[in-house]
């Protein structure tokens, strides 16, 4: 190939590339719903997550774990508001008193429906305890998720992208929606799509007013440059800006996709991963399918009814007990590592010598798995609604018969033999495509960077009852039976456990059980059906059921 044939090709390739960004400067055509979400990065100290809201300085943190744990991570809570820092609680390494980012553990649930038109734009605030030495870029891997290379989060292949975009969630109607960028988004998402001519919808918000087109810019490296990075900035100076950068373009990145593949998936930090997942920065994500794939959201179904087909219809429903369903991020964690970054001896740490030493479900251990989820909360705050996501609860409270949906997402290092007792369960599909035959395991091996589905049914029968009729055996004793005794029907509590079967990670500090065990439990009784758990304390009966006496003297 000559020199002269060697040019037209080269500029054959960059009038494809020109015609591409110039066709994708628009406005993503909807499909579904528009929906937002606004994330920041920052880092943070894990706290209490056993459901009340911790006080100023409060250092409850991972049960029998001794000391305070540095992370960083995303929260949807601006940390640039000095009110939204959390302080820097006794026990910690770091100096006592100072203040951190609002960093979550894990990150915020995102949720979306097939069809829809997402859009996560992402801050990188930076890391606020000791002004750490090296402010990190940052990027957003949505794990499974086809989306175009600039929006894959790989800085390798990301690299400096720009498109024009319409950023509406920054126009002045938008943040008219509330006082706080998490509540804009809450009540945006809530609207229904609607059409132009009816006022209150999306679609009429969007026709009512002029778009405020920007560029989205990723640095050269492909990533988010943290403000601390940035000068002028009032807390703290770095570099400055390059010529023709603005500080909001340079620490902000706006991430789009279409919710194409109902299922179950992740987000992740893609920048050094190695480094910053284990930090903290990972999150869970959900599509939920839509009747015929464009029509209602469907609560009740994994993959929606497009995956019902005819033929394996018999052997695999993925419908499900409606509302049903938990989630389960399951990681571990190095606290040495976090402890020498927190101290900004960053370079002292080999990464092959990683050694876990606490393994979560949720962001938690055991029994801390038993209570609702709350997140970090920054010091002050008072209310506990904004810090708090029940899709991360991780105590199963069904009733017998139920059939509920467990989402397995594996965002450690690890593989986890995830085990449970009680019941088989029916794994429906992987890394968000179902099955062509679903089948049934009580114990699923799940490798890093895997999802899996399962159904759960809570057969009330086993070793209780005859189905056909009378209980099997002698009453064991007041305490253990359900009143009134049924023929048929559950005569017992159960409460059955889910755990890592290296049955080391079902420890903290040494101490078992604790790691990585979540327990379920199915009632009997009819017309109860918490939300929560019945009673803090699983091995003490609730009110209304007999305990068993203790033993004579």
């Known amino acids: 190939m000559n020199i002269h044939s060697r040019w037209k090709l080269l500029f054959a390739a960059l009038l494809v590339i020109c015609l591409f960004q110039t066709a994708s400067a628009a406005l993503h055509a909807p499909s579904g719903k528009v929906v937002h979400y606004e994330l920041y990065v920052t880092d943070g100290y894990v706290n209490t997550a056993a459901g009340v809201f911790p006080a ?22 601006d940390p640039n508001i000095p009110a939204n820092l959390m302080t820097v609680p006794a026990g910690a390494l770091a100096p006592k008193g100072g203040r951190v980012g609002n960093a979550k553990f894990p990150a915020p649930f995102i949720e979306a429906a097939e069809g829809d038109d997402i859009y996560i734009t992402v801050h990188n605030r930076g890391f606020y305890q000791a002004r750490q030495a090296v402010q990190d870029d940052h990027s957003l891997h949505l794990h499974g998720i086809h989306a175009q290379a600039q929006y894959d989060g790989f800085p390798e292949s990301a690299g400096n992208f720009s498109e024009q975009m319409r950023y509406f969630w920054n126009e002045t109607w938008y943040l008219g929606l509330g006082t706080t960028t998490k509540a804009r988004d809450a009540a945006w998402n809530a609207l229904p799509v609607g059409n132009a001519a009816t006022a209150g919808t999306q679609q009429w918000y969007l026709a009512q007013n002029a778009p405020l087109m920007k560029t989205n810019n990723l640095n050269p490296a492909g990533g988010i440059t943290s403000q601390f990075n940035l000068a002028p900035y009032p807390l703290g100076v770095g570099a400055p800006l390059p010529a023709g950068v603005t500080r909001e373009s340079a620490t902000q990145f706006t991430y789009y996709f279409r919710a194409e593949h109902p299922g179950t998936y992740m987000y992740h930090c893609h920048v050094a991963a190695a480094e910053h997942v284990q930090m903290g920065m990972y999150g869970a994500l959900i599509i939920r399918p839509r009747t015929g794939g464009t029509g209602a959201v469907i609560f009740n179904q994994i993959y929606g009814d497009n995956a019902l087909s005819a033929a394996n219809a ?27 970054i927190e101290q900004g001896k960053r370079k002292a740490f080999y990464p092959p010598n990683w050694k876990p030493e606490l393994w979560f479900v949720n962001g938690r251990t055991f029994p801390e798995t038993i209570f609702n989820f709350a997140w970090n909360a920054p010091a002050g705050a008072t209310n506990l609604a904004d810090y708090r996501d029940p899709r991360y609860n991780t105590y199963i409270n069904i009733q017998s018969g139920d059939i509920f949906l467990i989402r397995y997402i594996n965002m450690g290092y690890q593989e986890h033999p995830m085990h449970q007792h009680g019941w088989h369960f029916k794994v429906m599909g992987t890394d968000a495509r179902p099955l062509t035959n679903s089948y049934q395991k009580y114990t699923i091996l799940i490798g890093s960077g895997e999802t899996y589905d399962v159904l759960v049914t809570a057969d009330p029968t086993y070793g209780v009852t005859d189905p056909q009729g009378p209980r099997l055996g002698t009453d064991p004793g007041p305490g253990l039976l359900l009143n009134p005794v049924t023929p048929g029907a559950t005569n017992f509590r159960q409460i059955f456990p889910i755990h890592d079967h290296d049955d080391y990670r079902v420890t903290t500090n040494g101490i078992y059980p604790g790691g990585a065990l979540v327990l379920m439990e199915a009632t009997g009784i009819p017309g ?9 304390d699983p091995y003490v009966a609730p009110p209304g059921i007999q305990t068993v006496p203790p033993p004579p003297a």
């Open 528 to 536: 109860t059906d918490p939300a929560t758990p019945t009673w803090a």
């Open 56 to 77: 100023v300085g409060d250092n409850t943190l991972i049960a029998g774990w001794p000391k305070p744990l540095y992370v960083w991570g995303f929260t949807d809570i």
């Open 314 to 340: 018999p052997t695999q429903s993925d419908v499900f007990t409606a509302g049903k369903e938990y989630t389960f991020l399951l990681s571990e964690i190095d606290p040495n590592w976090h402890a020498i």
